[in-house]
């Protein structure tokens, strides 16, 4: 039987053990750890002889003291660096969590993504919090939010179910997007009764008007099971890995799929998809075992 000295003595390993976790699950990983998580892939359909970089940035929910505009510069200096031939963001851009000093202003985070640079540009699309931290949007039930504004503003288009033909050496590929599957809110106030996604996967492939391959940027990665073979590979968010992520489980999952799609490279009937683990933080402001990070895929 442990006696009493043994128990204090346990007792106080076991609090500055759960201190230091706390520290680092709270300060040290969701604000100063930043991983290159890379892929390699020739995804079927994919043209042969195009070699494409492709820098993925997913979830900043920018606010203070977690994602400050300084942290946001630093990893789009990074991002410049790791030398992409494109650069894309997959959303959800503004804070996902109330434990913050401070929100940063959309006008703000955007000039820093501004500084992101690539030979074929920097291409966007909106996430949840995007939506749902715009009051006025949620009201009327349509964009564009601050969001889509902001992006416009400095200059990196935005992609609300759409689709654009880009060329690398000679080879076409499309750069498709879809609006976000969770956009409108249930809301009361707003005599919403249910949930509403503004996103149109076969509008936006409609668009596409010849045989090259095609990339398909959508911020949740619950849509895959509708994404037809056509699309080479699929980007997506927002499930932040799970955020927490211990021994494989985590507490929380945003997917009604649960693990299905919760990270990294998955393969279904010959289909691709590359879930990112993101940046910031949702909920609450805290990262364990899932550290933030930047996505590069080398395609061909």
Known sequence: MIGRRGFLKLFGSSIAGLTMLGGYAFGYEPVVRLNIARYQLAPPGWTPGLKLRIVALADFHACRPWMTADRIASICTRANDLGGDIIVLLGDYTSGTDFVTGRVDHRVWAAELAALKAPLGVHAIIGNHDWWHDAAAQKSGRGPTFSHKALADVGIPVYSNRSARLEKDGHGFWLAGVEDQLALRRSIRWKRQFAKGLDDLEGTLAQVNDKAPVILLAHEPDIFPTVPSRVSLTLSGHTHGGQIRILGWSPYLPSRYGDRYVYGH?????????????????????????PPEIVVIDLG
């Open 266 to 290: 998955i393969v279904e009937e010959d289909r691709h998809i590359i879930v990112s683990g993101g940046l910031g933080c949702s909920v609450a402001p805290v990262r364990v075992g899932v």
